[in-house]
């Protein structure tokens, strides 16, 4: 039922920012109770956990995007974001938001290409 859509994705050259937003179609106090992630994934590999937040405002991080990516949530707006700074090749991928432990239907993701 719930609808998750992620937007802000691009084609970046190594270095530059980008920052992603999903937003769903709950009301703002289920969305506030969810713990949420991102994911991502490259062609060929499995889907990947990013990053998360908790529904008290916890985060958590992947070892290859800490210290670079900043996960938020603006619970008011039902709606995750993803700010991506010195994004490298190693990035692209389509990135994904869902409750942390994939439960939700997945969106059609949002395409991040970091290349020269």
């Known amino acids: 039922q719930v609808q998750l859509v992620e937007s802000g994705g691009g084609s970046v050259q190594p270095g530059g920012s980008l920052r992603l937003s999903c937003a769903a179609s709950?009301?703002?106090?289920?969305?506030?109770?969810?713990?949420m992630a991102w994911y991502r994934q490259a062609p060929g590999n499995q889907r990947e956990l990013v990053a998360s937040?908790?529904?008290?405002?916890?985060?958590n991080y992947g070892d290859s995007v800490k210290g670079r990516f900043t996960i938020s949530r603006d619970n008011d707006k039902k709606t995750m974001y993803l700010q991506m700074n010195s994004l490298k090749p190693e990035d692209t991928a389509v990135y994904y938001c869902?409750?942390?432990?994939?439960?939700?239907?997945w969106g059609q993701g949002t395409q991040v290409t970091v290349s020269s």
């Open positions: 869902n409750q942390v432990e994939g439960k939700l239907k």
């Open positions: 937040i908790s529904s008290v405002g916890s985060t």
């Open positions: 709950e009301s703002t106090v289920f969305f506030s109770m969810l713990s």
